[in-house]
């Protein structure tokens, strides 16, 4: 009798979802909570949720809530939904001196979205993601925490806020113990460039920071980066750029009217940074007009790189949809870039990704505004909610706590399929492929 295959794509998301559980569990125990709070469940489920997925909306106020306990769970995961469950729980079991077998190999390019099944060297690999991880996290704690040495005056105190910044905003979590995130730092271009600096390192994609490392240490001339990672950058800062330069344009005579021209620049590049996943904010976002939310919303939706922290449609799908719609207008049989033709599959992932995003974000949409058709909450309001809840980013116009259980069983369904991404949540459904010889004849129909 054949062993039935267990569906990797379908233990990732189980995993997601039973440590978002058990995270929940924690953080609703009193001893975690400061002095006379009372936290309901239902509050401790979505903030699990939205620290394991990474994205920041919160129906509480964190600083108030939680303990130096607390914080220290709600920290631990926002590290595992960032890193990747089955990345630490890889890393655990290498340090227990445990050997890693094929299918845990699997369950590791599942959870990272590795762009190729490649096994030699994969554990490795990952080993060295986590230990580079933890490098770019210490090092931006410690450049944080002497920084914040002045505003606070017992320096653990520095050095604990200074570790927390950076790892909600290496992870891209939008989470924050100050209870302003960093509308207190509006001025502060130092806070605001290493914010920038960590975001990117997070979003950027793993394999990218890999390959750089790697080129660094190699000593050859013919060492070539890979497409994905050539791909990938390129699309992730040209979008960052048309970000911060859309931003500017639709609000300088606007928010900005006020603004110097350097606290114009520096606004525009901080939201065009923190809306591609990462949610911290340096003004309330209520200041702006909508055509820029609309316009940040869009930029929440791209999202961040593959096997990165960040949620989104991903840049690799918005690069490869583009280019693959170029070849189309011009004729081309093959859709090229930098010298390579392009997947068939690929470009086939690109704009499924693309239309179960935009399907599910449609309904989610409608379906809150259906649940909250008796309040004075707005389409514009859900919207960004919506966008910033599949995106994993975490900006809010602060609705989140307003509205209804149905509506944020909505927002969590949207941070878990944005954590886990679409196509692995799709693929999870997925049974055991059943091979036919029957084939069908081929017949044209008219498109468009």
Not at 88 to 106: C, D, P, V, Y
Request: charged share 10%; with cysteine; aromatic share 12%.
């Amino acid at each position: 009798m054949k062993r039935k295959k267990s569906n990797p794509f379908r233990v990732i998301l189980f995993a997601y979802l039973v440590s978002m559980l058990l995270f929940s569990v924690l953080l609703y125990l009193p001893m975690f909570h400061e002095p006379g709070i009372e936290l309901s469940y239902r509050d401790a489920l979505f903030t699990s949720v939205s620290a394991v997925s990474v994205t920041g909306l919160v129906t509480i106020n964190v600083v108030e809530t939680f303990n130096w306990g607390g914080i220290i769970v709600l920290a631990l995961a926002i590290q595992m939904g960032g890193i990747g469950i089955m990345t630490l729980a890889t890393f655990a079991w290498m340090m227990l001196g445990r050997r890693i077998n094929l299918s845990q190999r699997l369950l590791i390019i599942v959870d990272q979205n590795r762009v190729q099944n490649q096994f030699s060297g994969l554990v490795r690999l990952m080993s060295s993601l986590i230990v580079i991880a933890l490098c770019i996290e210490v090092t931006g704690a410690l450049i944080l925490g002497t920084y914040y040495l002045q505003f606070f005056d017992q320096p653990y105190e520095a050095y604990i806020q200074g570790a927390f910044a950076s790892l909600s905003a290496f992870t891209n979590a939008g989470f924050d113990v100050t209870g302003q995130s960093l509308i207190p730092f509006v001025d502060d271009y130092f806070v605001q460039v290493i914010t920038i600096l960590l975001i990117f390192a997070g979003s950027i994609g793993f394999p990218v920071i890999l390959e750089c490392i790697e080129y660094i240490k190699s000593r050859r001339r013919t060492f070539k980066f890979s497409l994905f990672t050539k791909l990938t950058t390129t699309t992730y800062f040209a979008v960052f750029v048309i970000g911060a330069i859309g931003i500017w344009v639709l609000e300088r005579d606007l928010a900005f009217a006020n603004l110097s021209w350097h606290e114009q620049i520096s606004q525009s590049i901080f939201f065009s940074a923190t809306t591609r996943s990462a949610g911290l904010s340096t003004v309330d976002l209520a200041a702006f007009h909508v055509p820029v939310l609309l316009f940040m919303s869009l930029l929440m939706m791209i999202g961040a790189s593959p096997s990165s922290v960040g949620g989104g449609i991903r840049t690799t799908t918005l690069a490869v949809m583009m280019l693959t719609l170029r070849s189309f207008a011009t004729g081309k049989k093959h859709v090229q870039v930098f010298g390579r033709n392009i997947h068939e599959e690929d470009q086939q992932k690109s704009f499924v990704v693309l239309s179960i995003f935009s399907g599910l974000l449609f309904l989610a949409i409608m379906l809150i505004m259906a649940f909250e058709q008796d309040t004075s909450i707005t389409l514009l309001q859900v919207l960004v909610e919506t966008a910033s809840a599949f995106g994993t980013c975490g900006l809010s116009l602060g609705i989140t706590s307003e509205l209804s259980l149905p509506s944020q069983i909505v927002l969590m369904l949207l941070m878990i399929i944005g954590r886990v991404g679409i196509i692995a949540v799709l693929f999870s459904f997925r049974g055991n492929e059943q091979r036919g010889n029957l084939q069908y004849s081929t017949e044209r129909i008219l498109i468009g």
